[in-house]
């Protein structure tokens, strides 16, 4: 997100890879996961779980890999309901 989206991601993305230099994620995830998999030289992803409670369906973690789900767009469907409830 403050990289410039997906966009400025894959514009940093070339730059590690022509340098030879690791690439890792800050923050977002749940969009993250999507991006380091087109990221050649992509180092980790930093996990947090603080989304879970208002996503529909979160995305699973087992055996420290992170397991990006197959549906459409980036894959995340709101808990409509908890949106409200934590709302403010």
């Not at 966009?7 to 923050?27: D, E, F, K, Q, V």
């Not at 998999?37 to 603080?50: F, V, Y």
């Not at 420290?64 to 934590?86: K, S």
Request: hydrophobic letters at 40%; proline letters at 7%.
């Amino acid at each position: 997100m403050r990289i410039g989206g997906v966009t400025g991601w894959m514009r940093a993305s070339a730059i590690t890879a022509a340098s030879g230099h690791p690439m890792s994620n800050h923050l977002y995830p749940e969009v993250s996961a999507h991006v380091m998999r087109a990221t050649e030289t992509a180092h980790w992803l930093e996990w947090r779980d603080w989304g879970n409670p208002i996503i529909a369906e979160p995305f699973e973690v087992k055996d420290g890999f992170i397991h990006v789900p197959d549906r459409p767009a980036n894959g995340i469907a709101w808990n409509e309901e908890a949106v409200r409830r934590y709302a403010y």
